[in-house]
């Protein structure tokens, strides 16, 4: 808002400003009460007679006792800021021009934790003109307020998907935050869609988080306030569901060691090899991915569903030679580093050897699960169907014919190809995160990343790749006393065997350079 009040020296103008922004809570838990802190720095660049004069205020503002449904958002409304300006009473202009900056920010903070922020500054006019940097504004296609991917058909450069916009990713983004048109181009209530854009397949057009890597619904848009003069907090609510996104366990302790996979990721990585005007977005990155902080969203870390092969494999795809598990760089090798048991000598009996079991064995370890974790699965509950207990069972035969498992970590690399990994099918042809399992049949008709992680947590908590049983086996046969013509000694008699069952068992409390302890027990 802006007056002024005209004297006998000048016009006194006075700006107020009111900041007002809007919380989303992706999750599929309320989020306990807390206190949320919005920091604004205002930094505008104003004509004032002859000379230029900044206005430039940061300002706190903090709401407590916050509570957000899950899916749920919320407006908040900042204190209003006052400054006052003085022009000579001379200057006969009736207008205050101001000045494209990018150097206003802002900074979000939950519990005093900071959860969004703009790294890159905002650029504060609207214009169908080009910044600084040479992009056209109100058209970005990476930057901190919609940050994304970009999901584009490498061939041809068409867009074939719309725009992640996923906002975990904003505080990691280094672009600037474009000017927008208010009224049409802001949404509240709901997820944004900006509906002053003519196409709409444009991949900055709207929130979408069924094209995040790790899938989602899509729940309502919000509604555009319409009109400069409606306040955000003035626009009718949108009537949510509670299916969010992303599921967390905000238990404060972790019952199972695979739910570091809830943990954000924001992938902040581009496949240069598709060319600059659509090397940021991807489902699967390929091994040609290179670090950068332009990009980013839609993951969680990938542990129980295929990797990126960027992280995934010692060797490429498709290589020279057989691509091999890159336990260095992949998420999955997070569950070697970490337990949720209390004492790591925690006994191993009544777990499955992936190593050994037989097939039947390895089909009911994973049949009969009943997932019920991923809040966009349809039905709500159901049972693993029976070709992804099929793929299983292929991908742990095949993969321990070519490599012996030396973790369960290393179930998150199996796949459903018979062939691999002498193929290009991984990670498309992953026995975890493929989703297509049952799909389209009366069983499920939609299953998400969340769903393939339960069903491998299941599994991997069930899992082993060594026993404390082992067997020895002693062979003794008697040998001529005479060598024949090639020196050689030979045997007489019939050979004696005898073989020992062995079971090693962990001393609670050994002595001092005392280790386990074996027992033996022989057996003909």
Same mark, same amino acid.
């Given at each position: 808002?802006?007056?002024?009040?005209?004297?006998?020296?000048?016009?006194?103008?006075?700006?107020?400003?009111?900041?007002?922004?809007?919380?989303?809570?992706?999750?599929?838990?309320?989020?306990?009460?807390?206190?949320?802190?919005?920091?604004?720095?205002?930094?505008?660049?104003?004509?004032?007679?002859?000379?230029?004069?900044?206005?430039?205020?940061?300002?706190?503002?903090?709401?407590?006792?916050?509570?957000?449904?899950?899916?749920?958002?919320?407006? /908040?409304?900042?204190?209003?800021?006052?400054?006052? /300006?003085?022009?000579?009473?001379?200057?006969?202009?009736?207008?205050?021009?101001?000045?494209?900056?990018?150097?206003?920010?802002?900074?979000?903070?939950?519990?005093?934790?900071?959860?969004?922020?703009?790294?890159?500054?905002?650029?504060?006019?609207?214009?169908?003109?080009?910044?600084?940097?040479?992009?056209?504004?109100?058209?970005?296609?990476?930057? $901190?307020?919609?940050?994304?991917?970009?999901?584009?058909?490498?061939?041809?450069?068409?867009?074939?998907?719309?725009?992640?916009?996923?906002?975990?990713?904003?505080?990691?983004?280094?672009?600037?935050?474009?000017?927008?048109?208010?009224?049409?181009?802001?949404?509240?209530?709901?997820?944004?869609?900006?509906?002053?854009?003519?196409?709409?397949?444009?991949?900055?057009?709207?929130?979408?988080?069924?094209?995040?890597?790790?899938?989602?619904?899509?729940?309502?848009?919000?509604?555009?306030?319409?009109?400069?003069?409606?306040?955000?907090?003035?626009?009718?609510?949108?009537?949510?569901?509670?299916?969010?996104?992303?599921?967390?366990?905000?238990?404060?302790?972790?019952?199972?060691?695979?739910?570091?996979?809830?943990?954000?990721?924001?992938?902040?990585?581009?496949?240069?090899?598709?060319?600059?005007?659509?090397?940021?977005?991807?489902?699967?990155?390929?091994?040609?991915?290179?670090?950068?902080?332009?990009?980013?969203?839609?993951?969680?870390?990938?542990?129980?569903?295929?990797?990126?092969?960027?992280?995934?494999?010692?060797?490429?795809?498709?290589?020279?030679?057989? $691509?091999?598990?890159?336990?260095?760089?992949?998420?999955?090798?997070?569950?070697?580093?970490?337990?949720?048991?209390?004492?790591?000598?925690?006994?191993?009996?009544?777990?499955?050897?992936?190593?050994?079991?037989?097939?039947?064995?390895?089909?009911?370890?994973?049949?009969?699960?009943?997932?019920?974790?991923?809040?966009?699965?349809?039905?709500?509950?159901?049972?693993?169907?029976?070709?992804?207990?099929?793929?299983?069972?292929?991908?742990?035969?095949?993969?321990?014919?070519?490599?012996?498992?030396?973790?369960?970590?290393?179930?998150?690399?199996?796949?459903?190809?018979?062939?691999?990994?002498?193929?290009?099918?991984?990670?498309?042809?992953?026995?975890?995160?493929?989703?297509?399992?049952?799909?389209?049949?009366?069983?499920?008709?939609?299953?998400?990343?969340?769903?393939?992680?339960?069903?491998?947590?299941?599994?991997?908590?069930?899992?082993?790749?060594?026993?404390?049983?082992?067997?020895?086996?002693?062979?003794?046969?008697?040998?001529?006393?005479?060598?024949?013509?090639?020196?050689?000694?030979?045997?007489?008699?019939?050979? $004696?065997?005898?073989?020992?069952?062995?079971?090693?068992?962990?001393?609670?409390?050994?002595?001092?350079?005392?280790?386990?302890?074996?027992?033996?027990?022989?057996?003909?």
């Amino acid at each position: 808002m802006i007056s002024n009040n005209i004297t006998n020296n000048g016009r006194q103008i006075v700006v107020v400003t009111t900041d007002f922004f809007e919380i989303w809570n992706p999750s599929d838990k309320t989020n306990a009460s807390g206190s949320l802190t919005f920091l604004a720095l205002h930094n505008q660049e104003i004509r004032l007679g002859s000379a230029n004069t900044n206005f430039n205020n940061l300002t706190t503002n903090t709401f407590n006792n916050v509570v957000i449904p899950p899916n749920g958002f919320r407006v /908040f409304a900042c204190s209003p800021v006052t400054n006052i /300006f003085f022009i000579p009473i001379t200057n006969v202009v009736n207008f205050l021009p101001l000045t494209e900056t990018n150097t206003s920010r802002y900074w979000t903070a939950w519990n005093g934790r900071y959860m969004d922020a703009v790294l890159g500054g905002v650029y504060r006019l609207y214009s169908t003109n080009t910044n600084s940097s040479g992009l056209v504004l109100n058209q970005p296609e990476n930057r $901190a307020h919609l940050p994304s991917f970009v999901f584009r058909n490498a061939t041809n450069g068409t867009v074939t998907r719309n725009a992640a916009g996923d906002p975990r990713a904003a505080i990691y983004l280094s672009g600037n935050l474009e000017p927008n048109d208010y009224d049409k181009n802001s949404s509240f209530g709901g997820r944004n869609r900006r509906t002053g854009l003519t196409t709409t397949n444009q991949p900055w057009y709207e929130v979408r988080p069924s094209t995040w890597p790790d899938g989602g619904h899509d729940s309502l848009p919000g509604n555009p306030a319409g009109s400069d003069a409606t306040l955000p907090t003035a626009v009718a609510p949108v009537v949510t569901s509670n299916i969010p996104p992303g599921r967390i366990s905000n238990a404060g302790f972790f019952s199972n060691v695979v739910e570091l996979g809830a943990i954000f990721d924001p992938m902040q990585w581009a496949d240069p090899s598709l060319g600059a005007s659509r090397e940021g977005k991807f489902v699967h990155l390929s091994t040609n991915g290179v670090a950068t902080n332009a990009y980013g969203g839609g993951n969680t870390l990938r542990i129980g569903r295929a990797e990126h092969p960027r992280f995934a494999w010692t060797n490429p795809v498709g290589g020279t030679n057989p $691509a091999q598990p890159n336990m260095q760089q992949s998420a999955a090798a997070l569950l070697d580093l970490f337990t949720v048991a209390q004492d790591s000598r925690i006994d191993e009996g009544g777990k499955i050897n992936i190593n050994t079991a037989p097939p039947a064995v390895l089909r009911a370890l994973a049949a009969g699960v009943v997932l019920t974790n991923d809040p966009n699965q349809v039905p709500a509950s159901f049972s693993v169907p029976t070709q992804a207990v099929d793929a299983f069972v292929t991908g742990v035969t095949n993969f321990r014919a070519k490599y012996p498992f030396y973790s369960p970590s290393q179930l998150a690399f199996i796949g459903t190809d018979p062939g691999w990994p002498n193929t290009n099918s991984w990670p498309a042809g992953a026995v975890f995160g493929t989703t297509n399992f049952g799909t389209g049949s009366a069983l499920v008709t939609a299953w998400n990343d969340a769903a393939a992680e339960e069903w491998f947590s299941r599994i991997y908590g069930l899992s082993k790749t060594f026993g404390r049983h082992f067997r020895i086996y002693v062979v003794a046969q008697m040998l001529s006393t005479n060598t024949n013509s090639a020196g050689e000694y030979l045997p007489r008699g019939t050979p $004696a065997r005898k073989y020992y069952q062995v079971y090693l068992r962990p001393n609670d409390n050994p002595a001092p350079d005392v280790g386990p302890l074996i027992t033996l027990r022989a057996a003909y």
